[in-house]
């Protein structure tokens, strides 16, 4: 997937959302329907996005590139 920060990724539902704190999770939220978030962040195997005003922390292979058209 070719995305940088900046870009919308889909993120499908079902799909966890993870809150750090000192590299542990301290937060976890299920997505439940389908969303497009901002990507403010990438790190090695996953993005930080901007969900509920917060950076919250995707699996990259958990989600999609938004295709803009």
């Known amino acids: 997937m070719k995305t940088e920060i900046g870009d ?3 993120v499908p539902s079902s799909t966890d959302l993870l809150r750090y ?3 542990s ?5 299920k997505i439940d ?3 497009n978030l901002l990507i403010l962040e990438e790190e090695e195997n996953k ?3 901007l969900f ?3 950076i ?3 699996d990259k292979r958990k989600v999609y590139e938004t295709q803009i058209y």
């Open 8 to 10: 919308l990724v889909y």
């Open 52 to 54: 509920q005003g917060e």
């Open 47 to 49: 993005f930080g996005v």
């Open 25 to 29: 999770p301290i937060k976890v939220f």
């Open 33 to 35: 329907s389908p969303i």
């Open 56 to 58: 919250w922390y995707v």
């Open 21 to 23: 704190e000192k590299n």
